[in-house]
């Protein structure tokens, strides 16, 4: 006879917010032994009968298990949970979200300890976790050799993005796809604030809105085009002078609905002040290039 049961790789879990708590019944429902820790322990309690074993401390849960998954508050409270636990032989695995210095800054925390250490940052939310037709994915960065040792386990709760053995590059990529989702936020809800009032239908201009920024989203391939080689002004169709000179219109009615611009205001600023820097050079320029005012002096 052949023995077919194959025993899954165990886990520890610290941290059982909402996003954690996903992540835990995610992994559970796999087939996964795992060891669960929180701070507040009813947390931890409630999935005992959903099958993990609940550790009465930090120190407990990373001693019963080499893989060590942390999705707790922020960066403090990693060191605050992991002071004086021994963490030679670990490999952690950084759910928390942070900033790229302080993923850099905890995996050489974490090799000082004697433990292998990968950043992380979830794009998504905990409904898309378990559910790979949501999406949602996660971003790893640091230990390549950690990173393959664990990857079947960690593509359970959602897809896996390794983007490079700098730790802070997980959280960088993190940062850069939700400020540009906060900045699409931003002229959506001043799209909105501009017909309030009027005899037009937020539903009505929805699908509008949708339409017109999906046929904007050539930008985003062309600004890393431009960014890459430098050159603002080859096949520009709608150039930075006209571009500031039309952004008045959007001031002006702006000005007549009374809606603040204050959404829209910083990118025309920047796009004018590009343009008033050196008309001559820049007015036949795509807008691409007011981008490179953002990386002041001084970094």
């Given amino acids: 006879m052949t023995d077919t049961h194959v025993t899954k790789r165990p886990l520890a879990l610290l941290g059982l ?153 997980a959280a960088l990529h993190d940062v850069a796809l939700l400020s540009a989702m906060y900045g699409l936020f931003g002229g959506i809800s001043h799209a909105y604030a501009l017909i309030e009032g009027e005899d037009i239908a937020p539903k009505d201009l929805a699908p509008l809105l949708s339409e017109w920024l999906g046929a904007m ?11 890459t080689s430098r050159d603002f002004t080859s096949g520009v169709e709608s150039n930075l002078a006209m571009q500031v000179a039309a952004s008045g219109t959007l001031v002006r009615t702006a000005a007549d609905q009374g809606v603040s611009t204050e959404l829209i205001g910083p990118y025309l600023d920047l796009m004018r002040e590009r343009l008033e820097a050196d008309p001559a050079a820049h007015a036949g320029e795509d807008t691409v290039g007011a981008l490179t005012l953002l990386r002041r002096a001084g970094r």
């Fill in 217 to 227: 989203g050539f930008f985003t391939g062309n600004a890393a085009e431009r960014l």
């Fill in 17 to 169: 917010g909402d996003m954690g708590t996903a992540l835990a019944r995610t992994w559970l429902a796999a087939g996964h032994p795992l060891t669960v820790w929180n701070r507040t322990a009813a947390k931890a309690e409630a999935l005992a009968p959903e099958g993990a074993a609940v550790a009465a401390s930090a120190a407990e849960a990373v001693a019963a298990n080499t893989l060590v998954v942390l999705c707790l508050l922020d960066d403090a409270s990693i060191g605050s949970a992991l002071d004086g636990v021994d963490l030679t032989g670990k490999d952690l695995v950084n759910l928390t979200t942070g900033t790229p210095a302080e993923g850099r800054a905890r995996a050489a925390w974490a090799q000082e300890r004697g433990a292998r250490f990968v950043d992380a940052g979830i794009m998504g939310t905990p409904s898309m976790i378990g559910a790979p037709e949501a999406g949602g994915y996660v971003f790893y960065s640091g230990s390549r050799a950690l990173f393959d040792t664990h990857r079947e386990v960690l593509e359970v709760p959602a897809a896996a993005r390794f983007v490079g053995e700098d730790p802070g590059h």
